[in-house]
């Protein structure tokens, strides 16, 4: 199989705007970006010197690498567009990590995943050089193409197969999603009282920075570890003007006990 030098971008939401401004940075030649949105398609299109495209009747055949990037429950929706639209035997792969790669086995004879591990809005500023770029692909050819150009734009980059990519999905919605939910409600929380997350900041980064030396269990701080049973009924009293933030403290604390066990 051919090395991959003309690449197609199918979405514009987040990854697809970050994966199509790399492989351009990377010298590769973007051919087309497709969204459902003209305004976008453009947006990009144009930073990335591609023809912007939206409807599937007008795409180009001649791209070596369809990456589909659009939300996980319309990746078939889009394979099936695509295939109706002649693409059949180019490489095609999709970006998610909660679905696995044989979702495009019914479509394409080539396909596989190209899996950035990585928490992506359009304004955020991925570091590619050490984001987990997970790849994974049908047949041993096609992740031997999809590993070297995955090389070419990250310096991190790992071949993971689809039962690993979901565990890796359901850990990384705990490490990420939940712990921003979590800040979210901290902030309610102080803005309530006039008081500003930026007080928390410090001990945020040190929380996050710590664990990159140690295991989370050796580092958990906090009145459930220390079993100050006071100090939790004086927290849950104060919740009680937010039942479900209060639900959700008793659910940390306990799951933390449940580790620990210092609580009566
Ligand atoms: N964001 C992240 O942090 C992240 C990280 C790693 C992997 N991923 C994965 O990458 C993929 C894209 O995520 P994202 O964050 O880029 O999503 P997003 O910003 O919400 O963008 C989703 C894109 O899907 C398109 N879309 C939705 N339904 C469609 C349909 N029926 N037909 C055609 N296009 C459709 C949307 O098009 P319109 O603009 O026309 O609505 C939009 O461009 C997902 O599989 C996600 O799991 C995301």
Known sequence: MPPIHKISIIGAG?????????????????????????KKAKSLAKKINAEAITDFSTLNPEADLFVIAVSDNAISIVAESMVA??????LVVHTSGA??????????????????????????????????????????SNLKRLKKLAKKICSNVHYINDRERAILHVAAVFANNFSNHLYQIAEDILE????????????IKETTH??????PKKVQTGPAIRGDEI??????????????????????????????????
Not at 192 to 203: A, K, V
């Open 14 to 38: 987040n990854v697809g705007f970050h994966l199509g401004k790399r492989f351009y940075k990377k010298g590769f030649e973007i051919v087309q970006v497709f969204s459902r949105n003209e």
């Open 210 to 215: 710590k664990i990159e030396y140690n295991s």
């Open 85 to 90: 639209n002649g693409i059949e035997h180019q």
């Open 231 to 264: 100090t939790i009924k004086r927290h849950l009293e104060f919740l009680e003007k937010h039942p479900h933030y209060r639900s959700l403290y008793l659910a940390f604390s306990k799951s933390i006990n449940s580790k620990f066990g210092n609580l009566k």
């Open 192 to 203: 309530q009282e006039n008081l500003s997350l930026n007080l928390l900041l410090p001990l």
């Open 99 to 140: 679905t696995p790669s044989t979702i495009l086995k019914p479509y394409f004879n080539h396909y596989g995943v190209f899996y950035p591990l990585q928490t992506f809005r359009i304004n955020s500023k991925p570091d590619f050089k050490s984001l987990p770029l997970c790849v994974d692909a049908g047949v041993k």
